[in-house]
């Protein structure tokens, strides 16, 4: 296969953890014969500096113009004032819009090998294996209307939470899919009890479930997912959000394998077409030291390998390679436990690259 990449390393540690999946997937093109041809292009808090604009026309060409893109991570101190006009999470927003990506999988698993790795007891995570399935393009985050309505009274703001029927269904019917190549089972999280946009979700989904009767359905208030994440995760199959549910609930699911440096995610449009990346942020703190977890985004290439590339056998190379570091006892800083020795991003690369053999 020939398949064009377009890369976004994007902020902080961003470059780092981009170039180890790089380092892989060129031993996969090596090992498995296909050649893979990367573009680099601005996002970020780099492009506001170098473009005054967080994700340029340009960077969006290059996107539809690849077969999947790779992204790093966005943002840091430098641009987070919240009254600057122009800021890096703009472009994420603007990518996701663009490119129609409008559902995120995040899958959560336990590695057998890190389950001590969580502040969570063993015997609660240890058989947790869910995926979540984010609304990508709705809700909260881009309803209209929005934005700063001062007053007679002071300072006001305004955000609208706006769903249509479509948006929803789309969605769920992605969770559906999911679930039927899993365990069969589907939770739904709304806040019905108080939104209106939460009552129209739940009345689609619903619709939505008679069309698999296969797959075990179920309603729960965001409220009480977010305390069954911790209480029981293991119950959890596929676990069908809206934005901002989804948003706060997969950051919180991700600490259940003791970092957030392991989990990789996938950002679909319709079709094959995805943007991949971990689901950590920029880790300004350690950007440029050669600590950073390359794990997740490593994981997020064999996500892009199975999903946008039909490349199965290649993505099942990649976990189990990255199962075999982590059994053979390669920990970043982020995963080491007390008394064990931390290695590089670099070497935690290499490792991945020599177990594929």
Not at 179 to 201: E, F, G, H, I, P
């Given at each position: 296969?020939?398949?064009?990449?377009?890369?976004?390393?994007?902020?902080?540690?961003?470059?780092?953890?981009?170039?180890?999946?790089?380092?892989?997937?060129?031993?996969?093109?090596?090992?498995?014969?296909?050649?893979?041809?990367?573009?680099?292009?601005?996002?970020?808090?780099?492009?506001?500096?170098?473009?005054?604009?967080?994700?340029?026309?340009?960077?969006?060409?290059?996107?539809?113009?690849?077969?999947?893109?790779?992204?790093?991570?966005?943002?840091?101190?430098?641009?987070?004032?919240?009254?600057?006009?122009?800021?890096?999470?703009?472009?994420?927003?603007?990518?996701?819009?663009?490119?129609?990506?409008?559902?995120?999988?995040?899958?959560?698993?336990?590695?057998?090998?890190?389950?001590?790795?969580?502040?969570?007891?063993?015997?609660?995570?240890?058989?947790?294996?869910?995926?979540?399935?984010?609304?990508?393009?709705?809700?909260?985050?881009?309803?209209?209307?929005?934005?700063?309505?001062?007053?007679?009274?002071?300072?006001?703001?305004?955000?609208?939470?706006?769903?249509?029927?479509?948006?929803?269904?789309?969605?769920?019917?992605?969770?559906?899919?999911?679930?039927?190549?899993?365990?069969?089972?589907?939770?739904?999280?709304?806040?019905?009890?108080?939104?209106?946009?939460?009552?129209?979700?739940?009345?689609?989904?619903?619709?939505?479930?008679?069309?698999?009767?296969?797959?075990?359905?179920?309603?729960?208030?965001?409220?009480?997912?977010?305390?069954?994440?911790?209480?029981?995760?293991?119950?959890?199959?596929?676990?069908?959000?809206?934005?901002?549910?989804?948003?706060?609930?997969?950051?919180?699911?991700?600490?259940?394998?003791?970092?957030?440096?392991?989990?990789?995610?996938?950002?679909?449009?319709?079709?094959?077409?995805?943007?991949?990346?971990?689901?950590?942020?920029?880790?300004?703190?350690?950007?440029?030291?050669?600590?950073?977890?390359?794990?997740?985004?490593?994981?997020?290439?064999?996500?892009?390998?199975?999903?946008?590339?039909?490349?199965?056998?290649?993505?099942d190379a990649i976990e189990k390679a990255v199962e075999s570091v982590l059994d053979a006892g390669n920990r970043t800083p982020d995963i080491a436990e007390s008394g064990v020795e931390a290695i590089s991003t670099s070497a935690m690369g290499d490792a991945v690259v020599e177990a594929l053999g």
């Amino acid at each position: 296969m020939q398949a064009k990449i377009t890369l976004l390393p994007g902020d902080g540690i961003g470059p780092e953890v981009v170039a180890e999946a790089v380092k892989v997937l060129n031993a996969i093109g090596e090992k498995f014969g296909h050649t893979f041809e990367y573009t680099e292009m601005l996002a970020g808090g780099i492009a506001i500096d170098e473009t005054g604009n967080p994700m340029p026309d340009e960077t969006i060409s290059a996107c539809k113009a690849a077969d999947a893109v790779l992204l790093g991570a966005v943002g840091g101190p430098k641009w987070s004032d919240p009254s600057a006009k122009v800021r890096p999470e703009q472009g994420l927003l603007k990518i996701r819009k663009e490119l129609g990506l409008f559902a995120n999988i995040r899958p959560v698993k336990i590695h057998s090998a890190l389950a001590d790795a969580s502040t969570l007891k063993r015997e609660v995570i240890e058989n947790v294996d869910m995926v979540i399935v984010r609304e990508l393009t709705g809700g909260l985050y881009f309803g209209e209307p929005q934005g700063r309505q001062d007053n007679a009274q002071g300072r006001a703001a305004l955000d609208t939470m706006y769903y249509t029927e479509a948006e929803i269904g789309r969605l769920m019917r992605v969770s559906f899919d999911v679930a039927r190549q899993r365990r069969k089972k589907v939770t739904s999280v709304d806040k019905a009890n108080v939104l209106a946009s939460s009552r129209l979700w739940r009345e689609v989904a619903h619709e939505v479930a008679a069309e698999y009767p296969d797959v075990e359905y179920e309603d729960v208030l965001v409220d009480a997912c977010s305390m069954y994440f911790v209480r029981r995760p293991s119950d959890f199959d596929v676990v069908a959000s809206g934005n901002m549910f989804g948003d706060i609930l997969s950051d919180e699911a991700s600490m259940l394998t003791g970092s957030m440096g392991m989990l990789p995610s996938a950002s679909l449009a319709e079709g094959k077409f995805g943007l991949y990346e971990p689901i950590h942020g920029s880790a300004p703190d350690i950007a440029g030291q050669g600590i950073a977890n390359p794990l997740a985004t490593i994981l997020s290439v064999a996500m892009m390998l199975r999903t946008s590339l039909g490349l199965n056998a290649e993505a099942d190379a990649i976990e189990k390679a990255v199962e075999s570091v982590l059994d053979a006892g390669n920990r970043t800083p982020d995963i080491a436990e007390s008394g064990v020795e931390a290695i590089s991003t670099s070497a935690m690369g290499d490792a991945v690259v020599e177990a594929l053999g």
